[in-house]
Structure formats: C-alpha cells, structure tokens
C-alpha cells in the first residue's frame, strides 16, 4: 500500500502527498483556524472567511474565477468547521498543476470587497435561517454552546446576525492574517503524481507565500455546570439530546470511545439503540450516537426524536441499555461483531481518496503524522469489553450527564 509522502517549505507550509493510479485528481488546503479562534465580538468570520474564498481574486473577477473552475470540469468546494478551515478541489490529472495553483490564489490572494462581503451575509443569513428549521440539528449545536459555555469552542459555526452584522473587510483580514498561519497549513494531495513531481509543483506554488508563524495559543475549555433545559419549539416531534464530556483527540481512549460510540448508536442496524428503541418498542424512527472529539476536549451525545408521548419511554430504553453496558461487560461475540463493522466500514472509507487526502492533512496538523490504517486496526482489535465498560461508567455518571429537550 502506498504511504503518504511529507515534506516541509521553508515558509512552515506542510506538504503532503500520496501517489494514486486515477486519472482524477484531489487537493486540499487546511489551515488549523476555525470558529474556535474567532475574538468574541466577531462570531462567524470564520465562516464568513471562508465563504469570501469564492468572491474573487486580485487576479480574478468572481465570474472569472468560476469559469475557470467550470470550464476545466473541476469540483471545488470548501468547508469550516470549530478547529479548521479547507479548501479543496478534485479536477484532472492533466489541469493537477492548473489548479493547485489557482487554489493557492483562492486562498492566499482573495480580495474581500466590501460589496462581495454584504452580499455573500445575505447568503449566510439564509443558511442559518434553514438551520434553525431543523431542530434536529439544533440542538447539537446549543448543546454544545451550554457544554462549552463561556468558551469559543461553544459557539456554532454559522455565526449569528448580530454579529455578522458588525463584521467587514478589516475584520476578515485581522481573521486571516492572525489565523491563517503558514505552519499551521498543511497542502494535501492524492493522484497519479510522483512524490518528486509534487514537491516540484507545490514548491514553485506556495514557496513565494510569506513566512506566518503562529504566536499564540487556543485556551482550553472550562468545564460548566451540568444542565437540563427544555425549549417549546412547538414541533411534531420531541427532540432529545443528553450526553457529556469526553476524550480528546490525543487521549489514549479515543479509539475505545469511537467503539462504544457506535455500538450504542452507530449507523448499524444492530446498534444496541436502535434495536431498543426502535427495533423492540418502536419509540422512535431516529436514534443516533454521537462522538465528536476536538484537540483538547470532547463529547458524547445520544440524540432521539419522538411523539411526545413517547418521550420518557425511549429515555428510559436510552438509560437501560447504557446502565447494561456500565453493570456487565459486552460479551465476546457481541463486541467482535461490533468490531468487524467498524473495521469494515474503515476499510471502504480507505477506498476514497479524497476522504484519505482531507484525513491525512487534518492527522498532521493534530498529531504531527498521517494516521496508519494498520495502526487504527490494531488499536480498535485492542479495545477490550472491560474497556467499554469503564468509559460508559465515566461518561454517563449521572453526576455529569446534561440535556436539551425541544418540544
């Protein structure tokens, strides 16, 4: 199996690389900033940020630059999330250079109008109008921000009008050019490109972008109080959400509390979940378990949806399975089963380039490394019953169990 080949720029840039035979292409650009590394009063310039990448260049007009794009058949989108802005792109082999070069004018040379930035708000102000239509979604991110609270780690990633509002083209350059550094910036790439071609044309690229080194550091999160609230949202369903802290991205239990994360409610049908919930007493159509690891904090989270009716007997169902895996050990046959599917699914995720490429830039910026396939395989096969058990002891000790309820 070919490995990911790394290398380092001058200016602190990261490179790296995986040669694939296909004649499709995969680029990205990852700075280690996000929501998380927003000033107070400047909630959603992240987001902002990145969506202004699309708006122009010095070289480039926005209609310009998308015809550029589409002329060459290429896709090229871009995301933010708490702890990391990408940008990223798949087009041909023979447009490889072509646009690798144009991603860097995107990202390193955006213009950032003023008249570019009030209309693209609108946009925004849109998007965050349609999440909040979704209580399902929701409520993650306002169980998050009460979890986190008092902490940037807490807000969500979209922003809010009031401050939206505030925000202009000095914000968003004081944003980038106090976040976007360069040796917190890994360029990753997967094609059918020789490692010594790929350092050849991403140094002729990125060696000219001006060395950024990072001079401070994120603030961890506070632990809050625990909490219970319920919303009237006036919806047909109740939604529920309880959960609490867990490992971080660097803790040795990481790998284990993805395994329990899915054998309570994965996105297996057997997940012990489902199968109480919906399976067995039909309580609910969607259950879901949810493992969100950052680099220096973390949580669970069970979410359900139900008639109101319902609701305390599927909270029940919830608290008696989890209680099952607190008081006795998984048995052996039952977590290799559990095993086998995560395995299984690791394995045809490894099949996609582009989720390799993004994974690979995304495991260097948190641990200094690309992630090894066998290293994960031999951690998950490492992951014992009595393991499970003591993580589901101390997540879900009801001295540390919070809630949203939307009704």
């Not at 999440?131 to 991110?141: G, N, R």
């Not at 807000?155 to 000095?170: S, T, Y």
């Amino acid at each position: 199996m070919e490995t990911f080949y790394q290398n380092r720029l001058s200016n602190g840039i990261r490179l790296v690389h995986k040669k694939a035979k296909t004649s499709i292409c995969y680029i990205g650009i990852t700075v280690n900033a996000g929501t998380r590394d927003e000033l107070r009063d400047q909630h959603g310039v992240a987001h902002l940020s990145e969506h202004m990448l699309f708006k122009g260049t010095h070289r480039h007009t926005p209609f310009t630059l998308n015809r550029l794009l589409e002329n060459k058949g290429a896709e090229v989108n871009a995301y933010t999330t708490k702890e990391e802005t990408v940008l990223h792109a798949t087009c041909i082999r023979s447009d490889y250079s072509k646009m690798l070069r144009l991603l860097c004018e995107m990202f390193f040379d955006s213009r950032y109008l003023e008249k570019d930035i009030a209309s693209e708000k609108e946009v925004i102000y849109d998007e965050i109008n349609s999440y909040k239509d979704s209580p399902s979604e929701l409520i993650f991110d306002e169980f998050e921000n009460e979890l986190y609270s008092g902490s940037a780690l807490g807000r969500n990633i979209l922003g809010d009008k009031k401050h939206l509002q505030k925000i202009g083209q000095k914000h968003i350059l004081s944003f980038i050019q106090n976040r976007y550094n360069t040796d917190e910036i890994v360029v990753s790439s997967c094609g059918d490109i020789s490692n010594k071609e790929f350092l050849r044309i991403a140094e002729s690229i990125f060696s000219s972008v001006a060395d950024n080194p990072r001079n401070y550091s994120r603030i961890n999160p506070v632990e809050a109080p625990v909490f219970n609230i319920t919303k009237q949202k006036n919806t047909y369903q109740t939604h529920y959400l309880f959960g609490a802290l867990a490992p971080s991205m660097d803790h040795k239990d990481r790998i284990a509390t993805t395994v329990l994360s899915n054998i309570l409610g994965g996105p297996f049908s057997i997940s012990l979940l489902n199968q109480a919930l919906r399976e067995k007493h039909s309580l609910t159509y969607n259950v879901e378990s949810s493992y969100t690891a950052y680099s220096d904090s973390g949580l669970l989270g069970i979410y359900f949806g139900s008639e109101p009716e319902k609701n305390d007997d599927a909270l029940e169902q919830c608290r008696k399975t989890i209680l099952s895996l607190q008081q006795e050990p998984l048995n052996e046959k039952t977590l290799r089963i559990f095993k086998n599917q995560m395995i299984g699914s690791l394995i045809i995720a490894n099949e996609n380039p582009e989720a390799q490429m993004l994974s690979a830039a995304r495991s260097i910026l948190i641990f200094g490394k690309t992630s090894d396939f066998d290293d994960v395989y031999r951690k998950i096969e490492s992951v014992t019953a009595e393991d499970l058990q003591r993580i589901a002891c101390e997540i879900f000790d009801k001295k540390h169990i919070s809630s949203i309820m939307y009704k």
